[in-house]
């Protein structure tokens, strides 16, 4: 009935669809054409011939009805609902075939899923049961393997605590070995015993908690001490057996004074061959020593019973033999060094050789003896050694410890290093008293020695050794005709010197000051002292000596040139000044050291001031304010430490240059000392313009200046440069000092040409004067010159102009000048 309601509902519907007036779906002009068309076409087909239609019908479905008449819209809606239900049956057809098929299948599936659950409840039954059976299974392979576990398990814990019972069952076994009276120190059953005891220590050491561990770890160490004991008692009967058999031959033949090398050769055979009994045991000690504090206290007991059984049987040969060797060599202290320093190196090797033996390394104990042993040669050699006063004594002894002792012997051999220890103290104890006397004997031989006549006898015993040197030339010139220089004899003091720098190289020819003989005694001793000091002392102790003693040095020459000066010329005081001078200089020139020391003083100016402070302000001193003089004085009142550097190198040249410098001022006056008196009165005299109106200014009296310096030129410019020659030896030396000279000279020259020009001296008062030009001047005493044949004269160019010369230097050297002499002399 509803379904009748609905599709009349739908028909009404659809009649709504076109209506008149508010229609629901109205069609478009396009849509009623196509209905249009279409009716047509299915009029069309029904108008067709009978045989298609026959044709048609045939090829339908048997189910198609042929299309009954439609008239109205109810119709064609009843058609066409029936056409919709026919066609949608025509095509679910095959769908309702498959799907009852499909129905089919699904039947089928049921009842094998069916089939299959029940396989599969009879499968999980089945699994189950298995699983229960296997749970069995495991759980009994489980309580087996626990049941081994624990079987295994107790097995180890009763073979730990039998190993650990056994250090503990252990103590009686190991006392009853100990106490066992065939058992021998010197054996291997008794240091297995030892080891095992040390075993056993060990573990009670490192396992305290375990139960009784520490009354066994007493029970142990009781017996390592035992074993200790017996050890000790073995090594002590063993080495009192060999000192008794080293000593009782001595102590029954007291009186007999056997030889040194018998003597070692008994006291080193018994102990070497008691060497071998003691070796294993002090080879076990010793490596037991290193990890264990006890053993290392027993092996520095051994060592030092050693050691005083050693002391108790070479100590009194050893100092007998130094004693002998002292009373050989009384006076001869370098030999009785060398005998001492011998004898105690072979102690020194025989003992170590002998340690060596019985130790495998050198411990301090044997350092202490050995040190024992050579105090005895400090305590020989010392008291001869306080008392030399002989600088080469002291040298060579310095010499022979440091060289011949503590270089060459105790630097390549360890087991001499207590030797070198006491060379060591015995060479500070030389090189002080080395020191003490050396400053001794610079003062007392260099500073306030008194010259002889013939250590003055300046220019004379020049003049003595030339003639000598050449009568003997001549003498060797007519034996032979091959070229032959003359050679000074040059000491040992001098080859000391020159073998200081390797360069150093004699002169072949030279000048009779140069021969080492013929020096100022305090130059000689001077040089002579340092070259033996030079070897034996520290740089800076050598430093210090050393300038002092070229202090002393350069007084003792400057006192000996004005004593020369006094009695011959004040040229000779120079030129010797100058000569021992540059061979101090050049003579010291190889030590390699720096000739500075430092002194420090304190400077008490600020204490004076202060004080002067303190005075000026009596009221100030008890002040509360900031102004107390109390307080000023204290902080500002304190003396400053100032450090003064002394170069003595320096020294020699400063008064080398003095000297020069004077021996040029007095060589210029010398040549042209009236000339530089009218000059200098001429100078001071003003005016000028009326100088020539004086007496001593007229055109004679200024003549007779000239004409006497040209005469003094003539007459002493040869003998001095002869002096010279005979002094310096040395050209260019000569030529660097002879040089200002000659410019002084040429210079006062020319300043009598400008004080003439200046004070309006007519041409024919200079005709007068005559004084001649910088060019006849250096002609002239070029002529003049005896000796300066072949020197270089310095070429003086076109004549000066007198405005541009300036007054000569008479008192400065240039300093470049005298380092060139002092460089290229001797």
């Known amino acids: 009935m509803d379904n009748n309601m609905s599709l009349k509902e739908i028909q009404s519907k659809l009649l709504l669809w076109e209506a008149s007036e508010n229609p629901l779906a109205p069609l478009t002009a396009d849509q009623r054409e196509a209905i249009l068309d279409l009716e047509s076409l299915i009029l069309g087909v029904s108008n067709e011939p009978e045989e298609d239609k026959s044709l048609e019908e045939s090829s339908k479905p048997p189910e198609c009805s042929p299309i009954p008449p439609v008239d109205s819209t109810f119709d064609f809606l009843d058609w066409y609902e029936d056409l919709c239900e026919k066609n949608i049956k025509a095509d679910d057809s095959p769908y309702e075939a498959y799907y009852r098929q499909l129905e089919d299948r699904r039947n089928e599936c049921v009842s094998l899923n069916n089939q299959i659950g029940a396989t599969m409840a009879d499968l999980n039954k089945l699994t189950e049961e298995y699983e229960l059976v296997s749970n069995k299974t495991n759980a009994l392979h489980l309580m087996s393997e626990q049941l081994l576990a624990d079987q295994n398990k107790l097995s180890s814990i009763g073979d730990d605590i039998k190993q650990k019972l056994h250090y503990f069952t252990q103590v009686e076994h190991l006392s009853q070995r100990l106490s066992s009276p065939t058992m021998s120190v010197n054996s291997e059953a008794f240091f297995t015993v030892l080891a095992k005891i040390d075993d056993c220590l060990e573990y009670m050491k490192s396992n305290?908690?375990?139960?009784?561990?520490?009354?066994?770890?007493?029970?142990?160490?009781?017996?390592?001490?035992?074993?200790?004991?017996?050890?000790?008692?073995?090594?002590?009967?063993?080495?009192?057996?060999?000192?008794?058999?080293?000593?009782?031959?001595?102590?029954?033949?007291?009186?007999?004074?056997?030889?040194?090398?018998?003597a070692y050769a008994v006291y080193f055979g018994k102990f070497q061959a008691a060497a071998p009994k003691l070796r294993m045991v002090i080879s076990e000690i010793e490596s037991r020593a290193e990890t264990n504090p006890d053993y290392a206290s027993l092996l520095s007991d051994i060592k030092r019973e050693y050691a005083s059984r050693r002391a108790r049987v070479a100590g009194a040969p050893t100092a007998a033999a130094l004693a002998a060797a002292a009373a050989r060599h009384t006076r001869d202290h370098c030999t009785l060094a060398r005998a001492a320093?011998?004898?105690?190196?072979?102690?020194?090797?025989?003992?170590?050789?002998?340690?060596?033996?019985?130790?495998?390394?050198?411990?301090?104990?044997?350092?202490?003896?050995?040190?024992?042993?050579?105090?005895?040669?400090?305590?020989?050699?010392?008291?001869?050694?306080?008392?030399?006063?002989?600088?080469?004594?002291?040298?060579?002894?310095?010499?022979?410890?440091?060289?011949?002792?503590?270089?060459?012997?105790?630097?390549?051999?360890?087991?001499?290093?207590?030797?070198?220890?006491?060379?060591?103290?015995?060479?500070?104890?030389?090189?002080?008293?080395?020191?003490?006397?050396?400053?001794?004997?610079?003062?007392?031989?260099?500073?306030?020695?008194?010259?002889?006549?013939?250590?003055?006898?300046?220019?004379?015993?020049?003049?003595?050794?030339?003639?000598?040197?050449?009568?003997?030339?001549?003498?060797?010139?007519?034996?032979?005709?091959?070229?032959?220089?003359m050679m000074s004899d040059i000491s040992a003091t001098s080859q000391e010197v020159a073998n200081i720098n390797v360069e150093a190289q004699r002169r072949p020819q030279a000048s009779p000051a140069d021969l080492h003989g013929m020096w100022y005694p305090g130059v000689r001793r001077t040089l002579a002292a340092l070259s033996r000091l030079y070897r034996c002392l520290e740089k800076k102790v050598f430093q210090g000596l050393a300038q002092e003693a070229i202090s002393l040095c350069v007084q003792s020459v400057d006192a000996a040139a004005?004593?020369?000066?006094?009695?011959?010329?004040?040229?000779?005081?120079?030129?010797?000044?100058?000569?021992?001078?540059?061979?101090?200089?050049?003579?010291?020139?190889?030590?390699?050291?720096?000739?500075?020391?430092?002194?420090?003083?304190?400077?008490?100016?600020?204490?004076?001031?202060?004080?002067?402070?303190?005075?000026?302000?009596?009221?100030?001193?008890?002040?509360?304010?900031?102004?107390?003089?109390?307080?000023?004085?204290?902080?500002?009142?304190?003396?400053?430490?100032?450090?003064?550097?002394?170069?003595?190198?320096?020294e020699v040249d400063r008064q080398l240059k003095a000297c020069c410098e004077t021996f040029i001022k007095d060589a210029t006056e010398l040549l042209a000392g009236p000339m530089i008196s009218f000059i200098e009165k001429a100078q001071a005299f003003t005016p000028i313009e009326q100088l020539k109106t004086q007496p001593w200014a007229t055109p004679e009296e200024t003549a007779v200046a000239v004409k006497?310096?040209?005469?003094?030129?003539?007459?002493?410019?040869?003998?001095?440069?002869?002096?010279?020659?005979?002094?310096?030896?040395?050209?260019?030396?000569?030529?660097?000092?002879?040089?200002?000279?000659?410019?002084?000279?040429?210079?006062?020259?020319?300043?009598?040409?400008?004080?003439?020009?200046?004070?309006?001296?007519?041409?024919?008062?200079?005709?007068?004067?005559?004084?001649?030009?910088?060019?006849?001047?250096?002609?002239?005493?070029?002529?003049?010159?005896?000796?300066?044949?072949?020197?270089?004269?310095?070429?003086?160019?076109k004549k000066r102009r007198t405005s541009a010369v300036r007054k000569p230097s008479v008192t400065r050297v240039p300093e470049a000048e005298v380092a060139e002499s002092a460089v290229s002399n001797v």
């Open 208 to 262: 305290s908690s375990f139960k009784e561990a520490h009354t066994y770890l007493v029970k142990y160490r009781h017996l390592q001490s035992r074993a200790i004991s017996l050890i000790r008692s073995y090594v002590n009967h063993v080495l009192n057996h060999a000192t008794e058999q080293v000593l009782s031959p001595n102590e029954e033949d007291s009186t007999e004074q056997e030889t040194m090398d018998t």
């Open 341 to 485: 320093c011998s004898l105690l190196a072979h102690a020194c090797r025989d003992e170590c050789a002998l340690y060596s033996h019985l130790f495998a390394r050198v411990s301090p104990e044997l350092e202490e003896y050995l040190q024992s042993l050579c105090n005895g040669l400090y305590e020989t050699l010392r008291p001869h050694i306080i008392h030399i006063n002989h600088l080469e004594t002291l040298a060579e002894l310095c010499v022979i410890l440091r060289v011949e002792v503590i270089e060459e012997q105790v630097s390549n051999d360890p087991s001499l290093n207590a030797l070198g220890a006491t060379a060591r103290a015995l060479l500070q104890d030389a090189q002080e008293r080395l020191v003490f006397r050396a400053h001794v004997h610079l003062r007392a031989d260099v500073l306030h020695y008194r010259p002889a006549p013939g250590d003055l006898a300046y220019p004379d015993k020049l003049e003595m050794m030339e003639q000598i040197a050449l009568s003997i030339q001549e003498q060797s010139l007519k034996r032979s005709d091959s070229r032959n220089s």
């Open 562 to 650: 004005k004593q020369i000066s006094a009695t011959k010329t004040n040229i000779d005081g120079e030129l010797f000044q100058i000569k021992h001078l540059l061979i101090l200089r050049e003579q010291i020139a190889p030590f390699q050291v720096d000739f500075i020391i430092k002194e420090t003083s304190l400077d008490f100016s600020n204490v004076k001031n202060a004080a002067y402070g303190l005075i000026q302000k009596p009221r100030q001193i008890f002040s509360l304010n900031s102004n107390n003089a109390l307080l000023e004085f204290l902080l500002e009142g304190t003396p400053i430490v100032r450090e003064h550097l002394l170069d003595s190198r320096k």
């Open 708 to 797: 006497e310096a040209q005469k003094r030129i003539k007459a002493h410019l040869a003998p001095l440069q002869r002096s010279m020659q005979l002094y310096l030896a040395n050209k260019e030396t000569e030529f660097i000092l002879f040089r200002p000279i000659r410019n002084n000279v040429v210079g006062y020259f020319v300043q009598i040409e400008q004080v003439l020009q200046s004070a309006g001296y007519s041409y024919e008062d200079s005709l007068i004067v005559a004084c001649p030009t910088p060019e006849q001047v250096s002609v002239f005493i070029s002529s003049a010159s005896l000796v300066s044949r072949g020197e270089p004269v310095p070429p003086y160019g």
